[in-house]
C-alpha cells in the first residue's frame, strides 16, 4: 500500500529527524558534518527553505526547518539523498544508509518554538556527549549565544521570541537554556492530519485541517511566465527556446526573481519550466537584478 502523503503547510515549521539505518553511526569520520553542511546549504537555497535550528548526533539528525512554497520532502530528499551517496562512495558500500523515512512533526511555532529549540540543542547533553550544549560544535546552539555562524542557519525568527533587540535576546535565550525547564512537553497537545504529525493546539489543527483543503488560489507558474510574456510583448515559446538573447535573457531573470520573491516557485521549478540550466539562471539573475528597462 502507498504511503499516504505529508501534510504540506506552506510557511509551517517542521521539527524533523532522520536516523542512519539500524541505528549506525552516520559520521565515520569526524569533519564529515562539514560535508552535511553543505548539502543543506545548497537544499536550502534551492527550496526557499529556512532552518532556525539544527543537531547532528552520531546517529541521527535533527532540523527545525520551514519550508516555503516546495513540500518538506523535497529538500529533506536532497539532503538525505546527496549525502547518504557522498558516504557510501566513500566507504565503498550499498544499500539504505539512512531509515528510509524521516521523522516529521508540523509545529505551531508561536506556542511551542523555545521549548523545541532547547529540546534539540540539549540532545548531546541528554545523550551524555557533553555536559554543556555550547562544548557540541555541531548543532546551532552556539549561534544563538551570537557567535559567528554559517550564513544559511537563521536565529532571529526565534531569538525575536527572547527580546527586543538581539543582544537582550540572546542574553535571555542563555539564561532559558540554564535553567531548568518549565515547560514540560506537551505530549498531550497534539494529534494529526493524514501521515502528518502536529505539535499544537486543537485551533492550529483546525487551521492545518483547512489549509490542507481548500483550494490553491495562489499564482502559479505556468501564471507567472504568461504575466511576463505579456508584460514584455514576447512568446512563452520564445522564453523556452535555446535562442541566446539579452532581451529574453533578462525576461528569464525577471521570471526567476518574481517566482522567489512572489514564493510561486523554487529556482530549479524555473529552470524546468523555461528549459534553463538553474546555474545559467544564477548568471541571468546577478546580472539583471532589477526591473527590465
Aim: glycine share 6%.
Amino acid at each position: 500500500m502507498p504511503r499516504r502523503p505529508r501534510v504540506h503547510l506552506a510557511g509551517g515549521c517542521y521539527h524533523v529527524t532522520l536516523r542512519g539505518n539500524h541505528q549506525q553511526n552516520i559520521f565515520p569520520v569526524d569533519g564529515d558534518q562539514r560535508l552535511l553542511n553543505l548539502i543543506v546549504a545548497r537544499a536550502l537555497d534551492r527550496f526557499q527553505a529556512r532552518l532556525h535550528a539544527y543537531c547532528w548526533m552520531n546517529n541521527h539528525l535533527h532540523f527545525l526547518i520551514q519550508v516555503a512554497d516546495d513540500p518538506l520532502a523535497r529538500p529533506m530528499r536532497q539532503i538525505a539523498s546527496e549525502f547518504a551517496r557522498a558516504m557510501q562512495a566513500k566507504m565503498h558500500t550499498t544499500g539504505h544508509f539512512f531509515e528510509r523515512r524521516y521523522h516529521a512533526t508540523l509545529v505551531e511555532a508561536e506556542r511551542y518554538l523555545k521549548v523545541l529549540v532547547r529540546y534539540i540543542h540539549l540532545n548531546p547533553v541528554e545523550a551524555g556527549l557533553v555536559t554543556d550544549p555550547s562544548h557540541y560544535p555541531w548543532s546551532s546552539h552556539g549561534a544563538y549565544l551570537g557567535r559567528p555562524h554559517d550564513p544559511w542557519l537563521t536565529t532571529d525568527f526565534v531569538l525575536q521570541n527572547f527580546g527586543s533587540t538581539r543582544e537582550l535576546a540572546i542574553r535571555a535565550y542563555g539564561g532559558f537554556m540554564e535553567t531548568e525547564c518549565v515547560e514540560p512537553w506537551p505530549e498531550d497537545v497534539g494529534g494529526s492530519w493524514d501521515a502528518t504529525e502536529i505539535l499544537g493546539t486543537e485551533e492550529f489543527i483546525a487551521r492545518v485541517r483547512q489549509a490542507a483543503t481548500e483550494p490553491n488560489t495562489r499564482q502559479t507558474l505556468p501564471g507567472l511566465i504568461s504575466e511576463a510574456c505579456k508584460r514584455f510583448g514576447i512568446a512563452a515559446e520564445d522564453l523556452r527556446s535555446a535562442i541566446r538573447d539579452s532581451y529574453l535573457t533578462q525576461v528569464r531573470a525577471w521570471v526567476a526573481h518574481q517566482a522567489r520573491t512572489r514564493r510561486i516557485a523554487s529556482l530549479a521549478a524555473v529552470s524546468r519550466e523555461l528549459c534553463r540550466h538553474e546555474a545559467t539562471l544564477r548568471q541571468a539573475m546577478r546580472r539583471y537584478p532589477g526591473e527590465i528597462e
